[in-house]
């Protein structure tokens, strides 16, 4: 209505003697005799500008002279028989979501009494479809279950390959058996040689005044020396290396220096 206002402000409308107009849009001249070339009255239901222009202008000229008629209905639109479309008129559209799937069918007819004859008849076929869809799905994903069920019982009672005979459980192990090697071996014993163990009590073996040399337990500190050798000379001692002092200790040897204690 706006753009066929300015077309009659612009005096772009022409009545003509046999009762067809032409209106001059842009560079283009349309005819109406009565109805309007234009594309947008062959595909379009709503009426086009120009034939509204002309139906104002006429109004218009009815009024300046006095003799305007009751006000008339605008020209009504083409019946969808006539429109010049490659699409029927009338289309209903249906989607149906099956798992992860999608299934879109389109009905067509030339009115809305025969697309709904259309859609009565094929209604019950598409409903057989949708569950033919739905029971097949259900039929894949029981056998996706049955499949990971049969894989988790297999897994089950899959027999357990041991570890070797001799191999230690686990990286603490290792590190366990490699710190026993190395102790001996800092201490100046060799490798494989046990320590002297100390009494299942904790306390100096019974005894008058036994020496902790002849012992290889420090009655001083409670703790198992460890027994060295001279390679040199051949002698042997039995030491414990105390960490708070920094030094080590040879235990209590009553029988030296006049019955006094020696470190």
């Not at 709503?46 to 006429?58: D, F, G, M, Y």
């Not at 005894?207 to 001083?220: E, I, K, N, V």
Request: glycine fraction near 6%; hydrophobic fraction near 35%; include cysteine.
């Amino acid at each position: 209505m706006r753009k066929a206002l300015e077309l009659v402000r612009a005096d772009a409308v022409t009545l003509h003697a046999d009762g067809s107009a032409s209106v001059q849009s842009g560079k283009q001249t349309y005819t109406l005799a009565p109805d309007c070339p234009c594309a947008d009255a062959k595909h379009r239901t709503e009426l086009c500008k120009h034939t509204l222009a002309v139906e104002l202008h006429r109004r218009a000229l009815a009024l300046l002279d006095g003799t305007a008629p009751a006000p008339a209905a605008l020209p009504s639109a083409p019946a969808s028989h006539a429109w010049d479309v490659h699409e029927a008129p009338a289309s209903a559209c249906f989607k149906f979501r099956v798992g992860t799937m999608e299934l879109l069918y389109t009905l067509r007819g030339v009115d809305d009494a025969e697309l709904q004859r259309r859609i009565t008849a094929t209604l019950p076929t598409l409903q057989e479809v949708i569950e033919a869809c739905e029971e097949r799905a259900a039929q894949r994903a029981a056998a996706r279950e049955a499949a990971q069920a049969a894989q988790a019982a297999q897994a089950q009672h899959a027999p357990q390959v041991p570890p070797p005979a001799g191999a230690p459980a686990d990286l603490q192990t290792l590190i366990q058996q490699a710190v026993q090697q190395a102790l001996p071996a800092a201490n100046g014993q060799a490798p494989g040689t046990p320590s002297p163990a100390p009494p299942s009590n904790g306390t100096a073996p019974s005894g008058a005044a036994p020496d902790d040399q002849q012992t290889g337990f420090c009655s001083l500190h409670q703790a198992a020396m460890t027994r060295h050798t001279d390679p040199d000379s051949g002698d042997t001692w039995s030491s414990y290396y105390l960490e708070d002092e920094q030094r080590y200790c040879k235990g209590a040897r009553p029988t030296r220096r006049n019955g006094k204690n020696r470190r």
